[in-house]
T-cell receptor
Framework: DTGVSQNPRHKITKRGQNVTFRCDPISEHNRLYWYRQTLGQGPEFLTYFQNEAQLEKSRLLSDRFSAERPKGSFSTLEIQRTEQGDSAMYLC?????????????FGSGTQLSVL | AQTVTQSQPEMSVQEAETVTLSCTYDTSENNYYLFWYKQPPSRQMILVIRQEAYKQQNATENRFSVNFQKAAKSFSLKISDSQLGDTAMYFCAFMAPRGGNEKLTFGTGTRLTIIP
């Protein structure tokens, strides 16, 4: 068990470019979450997967954002036509999903800077 | 919708002293869970302590304990014998499981500094 892994750790891009982040959850965790954290704020929920199915998306997730979790393993979060307001840390978390109120295990995040 | 409020943006305390971080929340749910997460400079969110709303007994994890007041919707974290490694952002979080989605709603955090 190596924990939740996120890549890259940092991403700097120019406005209008597309970016993709990857999250590798803890092995056999069937629930995977994406959060966004801006400076001085707590993380905000973006979307949730149960295995490969994306079951909920926040209103924060505009049409420029898309997330996938093929085969219920790793997940990717893509942002198209990035804007400066997208600059934030993107956190991934996973849980085993066996019982209610389970602990979420978080990765170290991907820090996105849009210039 | 649930909200979580942390009214102390920053706190500092001398090493070995006790400090209490405040958190209030608002919900109409009856079945829920409350958490305190720590975020050190490494940025990884680390679970400190977890409380089930239906349990009256306050949760305790070594030097960390909570004061859970369900009627007042208050969930404070007490850190005893504080250590330099406790320096971090602390986030209070709420979870009301619905259909398997156990998303967390976080407060804005309290930056805690332990002074040597």
């Amino acid at each position: 068990d190596t924990g939740v892994s996120q890549n890259p750790r940092h991403k700097i891009t120019k406005r209008g470019q597309n970016v993709t982040f990857r999250c590798d959850p803890i092995s056999e965790h069937n629930r995977l979450y994406w959060y966004r954290q801006t400076l001085g704020q707590g993380p905000e929920f973006l979307t949730y997967f149960q295995n490969e199915a994306q079951l909920e998306k926040s209103r924060l997730l505009s049409d420029r954002f898309s997330a996938e979790r093929p085969k219920g393993s790793f997940s990717t979060l893509e942002i198209q036509r990035t804007e400066q307001g997208d600059s934030a840390m993107y956190l991934c978390a996973s849980s085993a999903g066996h019982r209610g109120g389970e602990k979420l295990f978080f990765g170290s995040g991907t820090q996105l800077s849009v210039l | 919708a649930q909200t979580v409020t942390q009214s102390q943006p920053e706190m500092s305390v001398q090493e070995a002293e006790t400090v209490t971080l405040s958190c209030t929340y608002d919900t109409s749910e009856n079945n829920y869970y409350l958490f305190w997460y720590k975020q050190p400079p490494s940025r990884q969110m680390i679970l400190v302590i977890r409380q089930e709303a239906y349990k009256q007994q306050n949760a305790t994890e070594n030097r960390f304990s909570v004061n859970f007041q369900k009627a007042a919707k208050s969930f404070s974290l007490k850190i005893s014998d504080s250590q330099l490694g406790d320096t971090a952002m602390y986030f209070c979080a709420f979870m009301a499981p619905r259909g398997g989605n156990e998303k967390l709603t976080f407060g804005t955090g309290t930056r805690l500094t332990i002074i040597p």
